[in-house]
């Protein structure tokens, strides 16, 4: 989850246990050190016919194209069979089984603006590595 999202949702960041456990995968072959953890109610769908879960959030305090990234821990809690061909989740419940789905377009909105921050941040960090080498190289004067 990002902090943005956080402070979105009125929760102040003093909400969060520390965590010592970096993770990766969020950009390319960088890892990323959370801001804390924070457990919070999920729940899908409405008053007839739902399924709440108590998940644990990292939070991160970089840039978002979503809100949350939900994982394989969310995933086993609720039980869920991912369906990515329909960009569908299915989850049981006590009344039926609880399909949530997204569209192509938003999901593609998503992966060009993900995309374009990964490229952003990877950018800054060789600016940041050439300005470092130029200045190392630069005669003392």
């Known amino acids: 989850m990002y902090a943005k999202t956080l402070d979105e ?30 457990d919070l109610h999920v729940t899908f769908r409405d008053q007839f016919n739902y399924r709440t879960e108590t998940i644990t959030f990292e939070v991160v305090g970089f840039s978002r194209t979503f809100h949350a990234i939900l994982g394989c821990p969310c995933y086993a809690k609720f039980m869920v069979v991912p369906n990515y061909t329909y960009l569908e989740l299915k989850i049981p419940s006590p009344h039926g089984v609880i399909t949530v789905g997204a569209s192509f377009q938003h999901a593609y909105e998503c992966e060009v603006e993900c995309c374009g921050h990964v490229i952003a941040i990877v950018a800054s960090g060789e600016l940041a590595a050439l300005r470092e080498e130029v200045t190392d190289e630069a005669p003392d004067t």
Not at 13 to 22: K, M
């Open 9 to 38: 949702m009125g929760i102040d960041q003093t909400c969060l246990r520390p965590t010592r456990a970096p993770f990766h995968g969020i950009v390319p072959g960088k890892q990323a050190m959370p801001l804390g953890q924070i």
